[in-house]
């Protein structure tokens, strides 16, 4: 069958416009390169952006806990250094009072001893002297009260009025050591050795003054 001119070119231009819309209509089906190619790197900005916040997080709060760390470390250093000085301090105390405790108990044996009743001592001066003074004492011992009274427990300073064999000025000091102090040689001889100990720490270190001074 043969068509007319305008038959033929009425189709022709039918299906092109059919053509037309079927394009058009999957071109709007299909998103658009532009569009997709945008989104990708917007997802990835944003998981991106959401991991450097939490490691951030993550870097704060581990540097937090290191430094309240550091504070609970110089703490406890502290205080251990505090409970280490309080330490020390309550042991000198508890030194001293215990040297003090002995040296009291020491000058409180001392005064017993002088105020005790006197020992059946016996002998000569000299003999009584070699019973009281420890023997490495008892030589510088002797040279002291030589010198001072030649060993007489009657002897008197006509000058001073120092008394007795170790010349104690007063001789009522000696009263101390035993109240027959006035004619007692070793109620003397007590007093002499304690007062040699006391003021200079031993006869032999009297004697050494003695021998400066020619008093002592």
Not at 32 to 60: F, Y
Not at 69 to 89: I, L, T, V, Y
Request: net charge negative.
């Amino acid at each position: 069958m043969q068509l007319s001119h305008a038959r033929r070119n009425s189709l022709i231009t039918g299906v092109a416009t059919l053509v037309v819309a079927s394009a058009a209509t999957a071109a709007l089906a299909i998103p658009q390169a532009g569009n997709g190619t945008e989104a990708a790197p917007v997802a990835a900005v944003s998981v991106d952006g959401t991991l450097v916040a939490e490691q951030g997080q993550a870097d704060t709060a581990a540097a937090g806990a290191a430094e309240q760390a550091a504070q609970e470390a110089q703490a406890k250093a502290e205080a251990d250094a505090a409970a280490q000085a309080q330490a020390e301090a309550q042991a000198q105390a508890d030194a001293k009072a215990k040297a003090d405790a002995e040296a009291a108990a020491s000058r409180s044996q001392e005064r017993q001893d002088l105020n005790s009743a006197p020992a059946a001592y016996s002998g000569t001066p000299q003999q009584i002297a070699a019973q009281i003074v420890p023997a490495g004492q008892l030589q510088c011992f002797s040279n002291i009260v030589f010198r001072e009274s030649s060993w007489n427990p009657l002897a008197v300073n006509a000058s001073s009025g120092a008394y007795g064999l170790v010349q104690a000025l007063p001789g009522s000091k000696m009263a101390s050591a035993g109240a027959d102090w006035r004619t007692n040689p070793a109620t003397q001889i007590k007093w002499g050795l304690n007062y040699m100990n006391t003021r200079y720490g031993s006869p032999c270190a009297a004697w050494s003054f003695w021998q400066s001074h020619h008093w002592y």
